[in-house]
């Protein structure tokens, strides 16, 4: 029996957990951060309570198992676990190539063995997931890690200036198969609305689809036939999604980014004016 991450802390939950063979995962939230020192770190600390915003972490254990993490991710770990690189010869050249043309490291850290390993801590919602011999697609950004039985990969879009347009980034990240998976995303679950087509196009207007299964077709096209059409509509060009599978859709991103847009323009003004006021003297 593998002894809990969570240790000798006393303001730490377990908010989600999820098993599959060999590999357990769970969600750790922190009920309070109580380590400031200083007023303004406090009154930062005391509304962001306020607003669910929680520390959290991600714990896995591994009993004769491995989990592929997103480079930087890991804080530590205990136990009889070594961590590998992934690479071998045979793919060696491909994983380099794939490393230019999306940008990611060669390898992602893999951690094997038996014991647990406890990633960083991170103000993002966590989606654990355990797929069942699935095919998703996820943004290139929300990849966190993932049970050794699922194939992790980076992909491009077929259809690239779609994908400029659209928003959604030439490269993404594909998982197949059966396993464990978690997620970094900008809202919580309770905040996604989980679409299924059959046969059917879902037309969003944004890039506020934080997941779809593999075999959905995503383009971009104009909202209307006509362009007089998309011109009066008010929407111009929309994300398509065709076929039959998931969508996750989360529109409230569109409202959290109005808001830091926002903060980030007053902010801005601020040091402009403080600036201007302090030249002037």
């Known amino acids: 029996m593998i002894e809990s991450a969570i240790g000798s802390r006393e303001n730490i939950r377990i908010i989600d957990s999820a098993e599959y063979g060999s590999c357990k995962i769970e969600i750790m939230e922190y ?18 309570e306020k607003q669910n915003m929680k520390a959290r972490q991600i714990a896995i254990y591994l009993n004769n198992d491995a989990v592929a993490i997103e480079p930087g991710a890991m804080s530590y ?17 491909g994983r380099v190539f794939s490393s230019i043309t999306t940008g990611e490291q060669i ?49 491009s879009q077929k259809n690239i200036s779609s994908a400029l347009l659209g928003g959604e980034g030439i490269f993404q990240i594909r998982l197949q198969g059966s396993g464990l998976v978690v997620l970094e995303c900008a809202v919580p679950s309770t905040e996604i609305n ?11 207007d944004g890039n506020f689809a934080v997941l779809r299964s593999g075999n959905i077709e995503f383009t971009v096209e104009r909202s209307a036939k006509t362009l007089i059409g998309s011109a009066v509509s008010g929407e111009g060009l929309v994300n398509v999604y065709r076929g039959t599978g998931a969508v996750w859709l989360a529109p409230s991103i569109k409202i959290y980014n109005t808001i830091n847009r926002a903060r980030m323009s007053e902010l801005s003004s601020t040091q402009s004016l403080n600036m201007n006021t302090s030249n002037s003297r």
């Open 194 to 204: 989980i679409i299924e087509l059959k046969d059917e196009v879902l037309k969003v």
């Open 31 to 48: 009920q309070k951060l109580l380590g400031s020192t200083n007023t303004n770190s406090a009154i930062d600390l005391y509304y962001m």
């Open 107 to 155: 390898a992602q850290p893999e951690y094997k063995g038996t014991g647990y390993v406890v990633l960083e801590p991170s103000f993002k919602h966590f989606l654990l997931l355990n797929l069942d011999n699935e095919d998703i697609i996820v943004d290139k950004g929300m990849f966190y890690c993932a049970q050794k039985s699922v194939k992790v990969s980076s992909i």
């Open 77 to 93: 770990f205990k136990g009889n676990i070594e961590m590998v690189s992934g690479v071998t010869m045979g793919n060696a050249l």
